[in-house]
């Protein structure tokens, strides 16, 4: 963070601040790049790696894509490896998933995000979260909403970055108004549930994500997990019927509900350590220590952000999937006919005779 001021141009796509239909094309300069112009350099002679590359890492880090990488790929340097497997790359996400978002925002959809848990600190949000979720996460530095439970976390990483180690953490996703009927039962690759999963395990060192109960509600009865549901005229998003609580998360049978989509992403503590843990050197097979690239101490906040991007890139795909149209004058035409309909369906007034 102190090295990357993300700035990103657009190359194609947009004018005038609006969309053409074509490819939207965006570029994210990485400002580090110098310093690796001349490892990374794709003219170098094929005899360099014999004579020994520049900054060349055979001592495989324990929790990265080293050793699979280069074992996969029939690499002697795991430099090969390690970049095209950098987080670095979520940058492009954020980017996409802001154009997602734009797309979200004209259907009055909304996501936000908060840290619930940093390096072993559990956070105590309100029980009611505030309307603008992101600003009131962007005043802590770690992106939480409890302020006595931000000043253990911000002790703890000290702590852990004296030490030479790393913290991980989880973070919560709230996506607010939703319509009802986003996704699908009927096959497996459509239910939004498993799109979700699949987007946000996808982001580096998240190991785990879960949606509104989620590990919780398994050790627990039925009567203790599903949401019941009551009458709620006036909100034909949801078919003018509500869920009396939302251990759900928003999700039924792989079919949004209309109630706040909640996912919670867990991430490992960030696999690079400044005091090393033991490995391999590939290259003698004799024991070292496993090398130390430059690493923060945690991640947490930062990934809050790009699984509220990937959120949005799922749920955009679901938007476009459900209404269509080659313009958004007529997916807002779509949309507005679908939430007509289905706030017709339940009346709660009893049937004519």
């Known amino acids: 963070m102190q090295i990357e001021q993300d700035e990103v141009e657009l190359l194609s796509g947009v004018r005038a601040g609006e969309t053409l239909g ?15 112009s001349e490892i990374m350099d794709p003219a170098s002679r094929p005899e360099d790696a014999a004579e020994g590359r520049k900054r060349r890492l055979t001592r495989v880090r324990p929790g990265h894509a080293d050793l699979g ?4 790929y029939e690499r002697a ?12 790359e979520t940058a492009a996400r954020v980017a996409a998933g802001a154009v997602a978002r734009q797309l979200l925002t004209q259907f ?10 940093l390096g072993g600190v559990d956070a105590r949000p309100p029980e009611t979260l505030p309307d ?15 302020r006595d439970a931000e000043a253990r976390m911000i002790t703890r ?14 973070a ?3 996506v607010r108004n939703l319509p009802v009927g986003l996704g699908s039962h009927v096959s497996w690759d459509r239910k939004l549930d498993g799109r979700l999963a699949r987007a946000i395990v996808s982001i580096h060192a998240v190991k785990a994500m879960e949606i509104g109960n989620g590990w919780e509600a398994a050790r627990k009865s039925g009567a203790e997990v599903h949401d019941e549901i009551e009458m709620a005229p006036g909100t034909p998003r949801t078919g003018n019927v509500r869920r009396r609580s939302n251990r759900a998360g928003g999700l039924e049978g792989g079919i949004t509900t209309g109630e706040p989509l ?4 867990a991430m490992k503590p960030i696999s690079t350590l400044m005091t090393p843990l033991r490995t391999v050197d590939v290259a003698t097979g004799e024991a070292a220590e496993a090398a130390a690239e430059r690493s923060d101490v945690t991640a947490v906040p930062a990934m809050a952000v790009i699984a509220e991007a990937m959120t949005a890139i799922v749920l955009a795909d679901a938007f476009l999937e459900k209404f269509g149209g080659d313009s958004l004058t007529e997916m807002r035409h779509n949309f507005d006919g679908y939430v007509g309909r289905v706030g017709s369906r339940i009346s709660g007034r009893p049937p004519a005779p």
Not at 69 to 72: A, H, S
Not at 108 to 117: D, E, F, K, R, T
Not at 157 to 170: F, Q, S, W
């Open 108 to 117: 009055g959809v909304s996501i936000g995000s908060h840290v619930v848990h």
């Open 172 to 174: 919560e996703v709230v």
């Open 69 to 72: 990488g280069i074992l996969k």
């Open 157 to 170: 990483i000290d702590e852990l970055k004296r030490a030479g180690n790393t913290a991980g953490g989880i």
């Open 77 to 88: 340097d795991a430099r090969d490896i390690l970049e095209r497997a950098s987080a670095r």
């Open 132 to 146: 603008d979720l992101n600003a009131a996460a962007d005043v802590s530095p770690l992106r939480t909403l409890d």
């Open 262 to 265: 909640v996912i919670r992403a």
């Open 22 to 36: 074509s490819p939207i094309a965006m570029l994210i300069r990485n400002r580090d790049w110098k310093t690796w």
